[in-house]
């Protein structure tokens, strides 16, 4: 495991928002995506995070019984299967590290769930929506759209024949979401 990796499991891994949707929604069966709450709700309360931990929001805008989405937020945790080869984790923890140390994660429900769809209008990303789930945005720091990933582009089959994304695709997909850090200006031959 590279250091990167050891200091974002260390500080807790990714942020994802819900934390614990079936506590919200204990009547339902849920694990990733708030079905009973307002998603509004949710995309406020994870901007506000991503705010304060600098850090971009990426919203994962899907279903419960989509297993892409599962499948992503699962590889976006840095989860292997028991069999994986020790490349295979380290890649899965060089993702996960990246993603925990730039991304807060937003799970919107956009079937069920009252004010997915107005996540997407009110942010601009409408009009990159493809009518297809999992789909992958982000938002600067006002919640308004930036980017989409697409992340079919990395869908594959592992070693048992599971449908899987290449890890490593996704870490270069991501990579591209993060804006360069900000060039501090000194006055002094700045140009």
């Keep these: 495991m590279s250091t990167l990796a050891a200091l974002a499991i260390a500080a807790g891994g990714l942020i994802s928002i819900p934390e614990d949707a079936q506590a919200l929604c204990p009547a339902m069966r849920v694990r990733l995506y708030a079905e009973c709450m307002d998603q509004r709700t949710l995309f406020v309360e994870a901007l506000v995070r991503a705010r304060a931990e ?8 899907g279903a419960e019984w989509c297993i892409w989405c599962h499948l992503l ?3 976006l945790h840095g989860e292997v299967s028991a069999s994986a080869t020790e490349a295979e984790q380290a890649v899965a923890a060089e993702l996960a590290a ?3 140390e730039h991304f807060v994660v937003v799970h919107i429900e956009g079937q069920e769930a009252e004010g997915g769809v ?3 209008e009110a942010t601009g990303a409408m009009t990159a929506f493809a009518n297809a789930i999992p789909f992958v ?3 600067d720091a006002q919640g308004r759209f930036l ?5 079919e582009r990395a869908e594959m089959e592992d070693a048992q024949g599971r449908p899987a994304h290449d890890r ?3 870490l270069e997909m991501l990579q591209e979401l993060v804006p360069p850090p900000a060039v501090e200006r000194t006055g002094l031959n700045d140009g």
């Design 73 to 75: 937020d699962a590889e």
């Design 118 to 120: 107005d996540v997407l």
């Design 137 to 139: 945005f982000t938002v």
């Design 54 to 61: 600098e850090k971009v929001l990426l919203v994962n805008f």
């Design 147 to 151: 980017e989409a990933l697409y992340p």
């Design 98 to 100: 990246f993603a925990a």
């Design 168 to 170: 490593a695709v996704l």
